[in-house]
């Protein structure tokens, strides 16, 4: 639910609101590699490299052999 609503607001270019929507969605779902790669995307956007960088790694870790992530990484 979070998770769809934080890409709602970010459509509506809310993105204070839309990013701790997404955080409230990682909170409970620390594995869901939709959500992290959303998140990649959002910090991405914002050019907010640290943060992008720090939820790519995390995605990296539930699949190692993605090479687009590890050339992101």
């Known amino acids: 639910m979070f998770y769809n ?11 204070s609101a839309a990013e701790a929507a997404l955080l409230k969605a990682h909170e ?6 939709a959500l992290l790669q959303a ?11 640290t943060e992008a960088k720090a939820h790519a790694q995390a995605l990296l ?6 090479p687009q992530l ?3 990484v």
């Open 5 to 15: 609503y934080g890409l709602l607001l970010q459509h509506l270019e809310k993105r």
């Open 28 to 33: 409970l779902s620390p594995e869901d590699g």
């Open 39 to 49: 998140l990649v995307i959002f910090y991405s956007q914002a050019e907010r490299w």
């Open 61 to 66: 870790a539930l699949d190692p052999t993605n």
């Open 70 to 72: 590890q050339a992101w």
